[in-house]
């Protein structure tokens, strides 16, 4: 088989996704982190016990010290050119959990791009200094295009996508796979739950990532609750089709409640709208969690959100125990920690501490 060094651009790109995912491995574990259909099941449960695990060792002084000389001597770089605070702080606080020192580019403006080099240039050029490079671009396909790069390059890096245009947001999918895998850890597991997404799933990348890994378990069943013009992608449902997951795709919010396990939530996305604002036109009134809603829920359901929220869940739910949207956030700093335990190979080490 060919390795993607010895293959074009074009080729590379063209593969087919599980084939493409092999090449994105070193060693047998994850190294490029790029898109969530890369992942499989025996993965993220691997990854849910070590971010469990690395989350319990945390508690202690003496733990942290533990897990902060496992990759003090590797260093990585935030290369963020799309707004984000959270999950940069997230990633920020995960490579600080491992020790490793953290570098930044968030503001093209003041890079060399303002001076006519292309992102691919100068996300190439700045990984000379750093063992990791965790990006966030507007531009959709550039963590896989610098993946490819660095494949052939004599520094091969890994990458990270922290969020790739309208696409894909594989981190977010996996933090939200482990609270899902902590939400249900009583009750049978993600097997079997009904997910009932809502609001801009056309553009919500999140949604994308998470429909994708969620194919992964058995008798999942799921429902994409939008108004027409920000229904979901075929794409995802000529993907679930392929995976023989049931799914209804619905203008409707209010009738799923009551059937859900989860529900995961989303703000519209109009930041890719055009110079028309064509989002206002839309009505968005009903995708909208309010107070009333908790009484249709079921006892043990789980109200999710990727933030930043606007107004799609009223504040009066934030102290219903089912909302998790905090705990999910805070889950992403452990998941990240796992997952670049994993990509460094010291996911051993830490399995095996106190042990
Ligand atoms: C999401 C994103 O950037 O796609 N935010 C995040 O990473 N938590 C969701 C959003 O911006 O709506």
Redesign the pocket.
């Known amino acids: 088989m060919k390795e993607a060094s010895q293959m074009s651009w074009e080729e590379f790109h063209a593969l087919d996704p599980d084939r493409q995912a092999g090449l994105l491995l070193k060693d047998e574990h994850v190294f490029h982190v790029l898109y969530a259909r890369q992942f499989r099941r025996e993965q993220l449960e691997t990854l849910g016990l070590l971010a469990t695990r690395i989350r319990k060792i945390a508690k202690k002084a003496e733990g942290m010290r533990f897990l902060r000389d496992q990759l003090f001597h590797k260093r990585a770089m935030l290369y963020f050119t799309q707004p984000?605070t959270?999950?940069f702080l997230s990633f920020y606080s995960a490579c600080q959990i491992l020790g490793m020192s953290v570098g930044e580019v968030r503001d093209k403006s003041i890079s060399s791009e303002f001076k006519g080099e292309t992102p691919e240039d100068a996300v190439r050029s700045f990984s000379s200094y750093f063992d990791m490079i965790i990006m966030?671009s507007e531009i959709g396909g550039l963590a896989e295009r610098m993946a490819w790069v660095f494949m052939n390059s004599e520094r091969p890096v890994p990458v990270i996508n922290a969020?790739s245009g309208k696409d894909q947001?594989p981190t977010?999918a996996l933090l939200d796979i482990y609270t899902l895998q902590r939400s249900f850890e009583e009750r049978g597991g993600i097997d079997g739950k009904t997910i009932l997404f809502c609001g801009d799933l056309a553009r919500?990348?999140?949604v994308r990532s998470l429909a994708n890994l969620l194919t992964n378990y058995d008798g999942i069943r799921l429902v994409f609750s939008a108004p027409t013009a920000l229904a979901i992608g075929n794409d995802i449902l000529e993907s679930l089709d392929q995976r023989k997951v049931p799914y209804e795709v619905s203008e409707d919010f209010e009738r799923f409640i009551p059937e859900a396990d989860a529900i995961y939530m989303?703000?519209i996305?109009d930041e890719w709208d055009s110079a028309n604002g064509e989002s206002k036109s839309i009505d968005t009134s009903i995708y909208t969690f309010e107070k009333r809603h908790l009484a249709d829920l079921k006892p043990d359901a789980v109200i999710m959100h990727?933030?930043?929220r606007r107004h799609e869940i009223d504040h009066a739910v934030d102290a219903d125990p089912r909302a998790v949207y905090w705990r999910q956030m805070r889950n992403g700093m452990w998941i990240r920690a796992a997952l670049i335990a994993t990509i460094f190979n010291c996911a051993g080490r830490i399995n095996d501490y106190n042990r």
Do not use: C, F, K
């Open positions: 984000s959270r999950t966030r969020g947001h977010q919500g990348r999140t989303t703000r996305q990727p933030l930043p």
